[in-house]
């Protein structure tokens, strides 16, 4: 079984910044691709950026690129999101997504994931 546990949300400023964790246990992730979802309130969840483990490559949703930059730190089994130039509508629950397979493109979004994070509280105020 594999745990994802995310932490950093909170109350920020708009122009601000925070920063993401998400740590990873139950298993080794040398295989998979990691992600960051979020869902504001009333509205779907959606991708917001992932990382494959192997390679290290990115992909973003257009509404966050140039602003957030996700990163992995391999020793530690923890995946970040860095969120700068926050604004109100980047407030959501964020969550910590996992998955055995390799991830390009449209798959990113498009494709289900294995596991889930319980979320973490991003409010931008204005």
């Known amino acids: 079984q594999v745990q994802l546990v995310e932490s950093g949300g909170g109350l920020v400023q708009a122009g601000g910044s925070l920063r993401l964790s998400c740590a990873a246990s139950?298993?080794?992730?040398?295989?998979?691709?990691m992600a960051w979802f979020r869902q504001a309130p009333g509205k779907e969840r959606e991708f917001v950026a992932g990382?494959?483990?192997?390679?290290?490559?990115?992909y973003y949703a257009d509404s966050v690129k140039g602003r957030f930059t996700i990163s992995r730190d391999n020793a530690k089994n923890t995946v970040y999101l860095q969120m700068n130039s926050l604004k109100p509508d980047d407030t959501a629950v964020y969550y910590c997504?996992?998955?055995?397979?390799?991830?390009?493109?449209?798959?990113?979004?498009?494709?289900?994931?294995?596991?889930w994070g319980q979320g973490t509280r991003v409010t931008v105020s204005s």
């Open positions: 139950g298993r080794t992730f040398s295989s998979y691709a």
């Open positions: 997504a996992a998955d055995l397979r390799f991830k390009y493109g449209s798959r990113w979004y498009l494709e289900g994931y294995d596991y």
């Open positions: 990382i494959n483990w192997v390679g290290g490559s990115t």
